[in-house]
Each structure stands twice: as structure tokens, then as C-alpha cells.
């Protein structure tokens, strides 16, 4: 089955306590991208990457890292959080090509920092 | 860069009703897609349809169609014979059409509420 995992679902940390999030997707696609979601705000793109090795600031990276070390995974790290990095997150992917335009969506990991 | 609008926060409809959620975006763009997105309680992001700006027939999925108009930058969302199971909060988005940029621009979202 086409899909993109996330792990953990939620999770609840410390300001200032390194954490990652991963995702993984099986549909070999080149595109990949973080997003996070907020009340009144939408969603956001917060870093996303077009094939291995690449990787680009999205609008809101402050605060976020990214690696693209292998092609289907996309971890997003927080080495300091901080509470208003409180939000739903989502990993995205897609083919990366021109009339391929859907974009699968991971089932979101709830971040609270306190 | 793009926006994306969605101006009501909040809808409701009696179910077997039809209900409209409008989108409004802004682009200089001439190729792009648009989406609805719906997401229900269980928070996963679901693909309701799509629209290539190209493509000047408005796409339709079952009872989900859309009213693109691309000259006044707008693209609503129809709901025919609303049913419990459409509550939820909808998403209108915004991609280009061009090699390499595959971001997507949301809206705020419209959460819609069925009434039994």
C-alpha cells in the first residue's frame, strides 16, 4: 500500500530537549516536505526537499533542521524546542514531476512542548 | 508569492443539503493546480479534487464538484446530499504547475458542520 508514516503520532517534551520526527514514504518520490499546521494559520511548509542530498528552507524553517540521506526518508529534528513550536505536523511527498500533482500525506504527530 | 483565501471559519448544512466553501487565491502564475483537502476528525489529510488551471471543464467527484472561475481567481467547493460523514475541516491549496516546485499554499480552512 502507497503511504507515508510518521512517527511518533504525539508526543510531549521539554523546552529544550532534542527530538526528531520521522517519516518515511514507499512510493519512491523525489519530493518531500514538512509542514505544520495551526489554528487560524493553515498549513505551512516548513522545510522540503527535491531529491537526495537536497534540501531548501520552506516559510517557516526557523527553528527546524531536515536531512535527505536516502530517498524515502525525511526526518525533521528540533535540537532546542521551544513551546511555540507547539503544533500538528505533517510530512508530505510527491513524484516531482510536472502533471503529477498529488501529494500523500503522512497521518500528522501531534507536538506539545512545555 | 501566492495566497491562498478561505473566508468562512465555519459552515453548517442540514444533512441531504447542499453546501458551497469558498476559496479565493491570488497568483501571477498562468499553470497551476488547485485542491480540496479535507480533514476529519481522525486528522488525516484526504485529496477531495482537483482542478488543473488549464482545464477550463470544473472537475467533479461523485457528489464533490468545484466552480472554477481562473479570471476572478476563485475556486469553490460544492457538497451535494451532504452526509454525516463530510463534517469536517476543508482545506483549499494552491500548487504550481512548474518543474520543481511542488508547494503547496493553504488556505485556513473551513470547518463544516453536518446537522442531522
Known amino acids: 500500500e502507497a503511504q507515508v508514516t510518521q512517527n511518533p503520532r504525539y508526543l510531549i517534551t521539554v523546552t529544550g530537549k532534542k527530538l526528531t520526527v520521522t517519516c518515511s514514504q514507499n512510493?519512491?518520490?523525489?519530493?518531500m516536505s514538512w509542514y505544520r499546521q495551526d489554528p487560524g494559520l493553515g498549513l505551512r511548509q516548513i522545510y522540503y526537499?527535491?531529491?537526495?542530498?537536497?534540501?531548501d528552507k520552506g516559510d517557516v524553517p526557523e527553528g527546524y533542521k531536515v536531512s535527505r540521506k536516502e530517498k524515502r526518508n525525511f526526518p525533521l529534528i528540533l535540537e532546542s524546542p521551544s513551546p511555540n513550536q507547539t503544533s500538528l505536523y505533517f510530512c508530505?511527498?510527491?513524484?516531482?514531476?510536472?502533471?503529477?500533482?498529488?501529494?500523500?500525506f503522512g497521518q500528522g504527530t501531534r507536538l506539545t512542548v512545555v | 508569492a501566492q495566497t491562498v483565501t478561505q473566508s468562512q471559519p465555519e459552515m453548517s448544512v442540514q444533512e441531504a443539503e447542499t453546501v458551497t466553501l469558498s476559496c479565493t487565491y491570488d497568483?501571477?502564475?498562468?499553470?497551476?493546480?488547485l485542491f480540496w483537502y479535507k480533514q476529519p476528525p481522525s486528522r488525516q489529510m484526504i485529496l477531495v479534487i482537483r482542478?488543473?488551471?488549464?482545464?477550463?471543464q470544473n472537475a467533479t467527484e461523485n457528489r464533490f464538484s468545484v466552480n472554477f472561475q481562473k479570471a476572478a481567481k476563485s475556486f469553490s467547493l460544492k457538497i451535494s446530499d451532504s452526509q454525516l460523514g463530510d463534517a469536517a475541516m476543508y482545506f483549499c491549496?494552491?500548487?504550481?504547475?512548474?518543474?520543481?516546485?511542488?508547494?503547496?499554499?493553504f488556505g485556513t480552512g473551513t470547518r463544516l458542520t453536518i446537522i442531522p
Open positions: 526537499s527535491m531529491n537526495v542530498e537536497v534540501t
Open positions: 508530505a511527498s510527491s513524484l516531482g514531476q510536472v502533471g503529477r500533482a498529488e501529494a500523500f
Open positions: 482542478q488543473e488551471a488549464y482545464k477550463q
Open positions: 497568483t501571477s502564475e498562468s499553470d497551476y493546480y
Open positions: 491549496a494552491y500548487r504550481s504547475a512548474y518543474f520543481g516546485n511542488e508547494k503547496l499554499t
Open positions: 512510493m519512491n518520490h523525489e519530493y
